[in-house]
């Protein structure tokens, strides 16, 4: 098979030769045969190929030859399927060695591969381009160990189970984000709130003397511990504007920013200021603390499958509120119609707006039913009814692919989880 002009460079796959030009190589969509363009010596050919023929200039590689004749197909007409009579595992595994991922294969296949992972638990990672002999720059050896040390800096910071420093500080991590949590929860009780009753001057010296007391402590000292390691993984980390744009790091900005606006807000605007008075933007302020919750996620799976699901399925979600909304105004419209806007004798009040009546729709089609309004026509108990099964069907309709993308959401997490455990076990024998 030729490819292009040029001196041809054969690829021999399994005992199935192909041949191609050394321009084509350079933008070849397999990742892997692209890199051969870029070797300089026979070493760095070895490193991509099982073996080297520099006579016939042939390259060796010792992989199934029909599953690369279909990822052939794909290459050449943009279409991916799983060879007939081949375990999906091993195919996958294929695509893998040859740079492609599960995104690239029809979605029919993307559900079975979902499917056969689920049943298995089989997980595999694609090959860091830049991992291995040929991703080493020539650098001195001072830049190459400070290098290192970032890194090695990063993954404890970034991925919990990465060393045995990095569970240890998830640790702690977790349990500075349990106590903030409980004293948050612990200072809505009446016993806590009762300062807030006091006159201005007692209110006053009650803040300054707050800073003194257990509550306060401790919540100085976990913003202190929050502050330092954000600080830490923003020095470590590799791309400082992409750091600050990651959803979670901007979480964890606002939930430690309202205690040192709190703060500066006690200090600038005195003891008899209008705000001290009312404290509403200060409680605003401290309640925000609740964001700590979602600190959560960067040391568990299931909230972090959560948040990369909502991500990819975001053109779903925006499916799914756009059948709310259709659903919404066509029910509320009517409702109203025929509970209030009818001269039938019998005015159901609750009804008397649309704007009222989508509050109804809403909580019939999530089936909730707080029982607040209803209908009282039998027309109107009719379409509440048709409410309800459209509700049911609709919100059932986009459900199928959030599911699938949220195995393989899981997947590729707990694969990832599963790659830094075992590097950790490496640890530990070492």
Wanted: charged share 20%.
């Amino acid at each position: 098979m030729n490819f292009g002009r040029g001196p041809p460079v054969v690829l021999n796959v399994g005992g199935t030769r192909y041949s191609f030009s050394r321009e084509v190589l350079k933008d070849f969509p397999l990742r892997r045969v692209s890199r051969l363009h870029g070797c300089l010596s026979e070493q760095d050919v070895l490193e991509v190929c099982d073996d080297y023929d520099r006579e016939r200039n042939e390259y060796f590689f010792d992989r199934h030859s029909e599953a690369f004749g279909f990822i052939m197909l794909y290459v050449r007409h943009g279409h991916l399927r799983f060879v007939p009579h081949m375990c999906e595992l091993s195919f996958y595994n294929e695509m893998i060695y040859w740079g492609l991922e599960g995104s690239h294969l029809d979605y029919c296949c993307q559900r079975r591969l979902d499917d056969r992972m689920s049943e298995t638990c089989t997980y595999y990672a694609a090959e860091e381009p830049n991992g291995g002999p040929e991703g080493k720059g020539r650098r001195p050896p001072g830049a190459e160990r400070r290098k290192k040390w970032l890194e090695r800096m990063r993954r404890t910071f970034e991925e919990p189970t990465s060393s045995v420093a990095a569970q240890v500080l998830a640790t702690v991590s977790i349990l500075f984000v349990i106590v903030s949590m409980v004293v948050l929860c612990a200072s809505t009780l009446p016993e806590w709130r009762a300062p807030e009753n006091r006159s201005v001057e007692e209110q006053s010296r009650y803040t300054a003397e707050s800073v003194r007391e257990p509550s306060g402590i401790i919540e100085a000292i976990c913003i202190g511990w929050f502050t330092a390691e954000c600080i830490v993984r923003f020095i470590v980390s590799k791309n400082k504007c992409e750091f600050v744009r990651r959803p979670l790091n901007i979480i964890d900005l606002l939930a430690i920013t309202p205690y040192y606006i709190s703060v500066l807000m006690t200090v600038f605007t005195g003891e008899n200021s209008q705000l001290q008075r009312a404290g509403v933007t200060l409680r605003v302020l401290r309640m925000m603390r609740i964001f700590w919750v979602i600190k959560l996620a960067r040391h568990f799976i299931g909230l972090q499958t959560l948040g990369l699901t909502l991500k990819r399925c975001y053109r779903e979600m925006v499916m799914l509120l756009v059948f709310i909304c259709v659903a919404m105004a066509i029910f509320s419209a009517l409702s109203q119609l025929l509970e209030n806007g009818l001269d039938l004798g019998t005015k159901n009040k609750d009804y008397a707006s649309i704007p009222a009546a989508c509050w109804w729709v809403i909580i019939s089609m999530t089936t909730v039913g707080y029982g607040d309004m209803c209908p009282i026509t039998v027309p109107g108990r009719i379409l509440g009814g048709i409410c309800v099964v459209s509700g049911i069907v609709l919100l059932a309709l986009p459900i199928t692919f959030i599911y699938h993308s949220f195995v393989q959401c899981y997947h590729e997490l707990k694969f990832r989880s599963a790659r830094y455990s075992r590097s950790l076990s490496a640890e530990f024998l070492n």
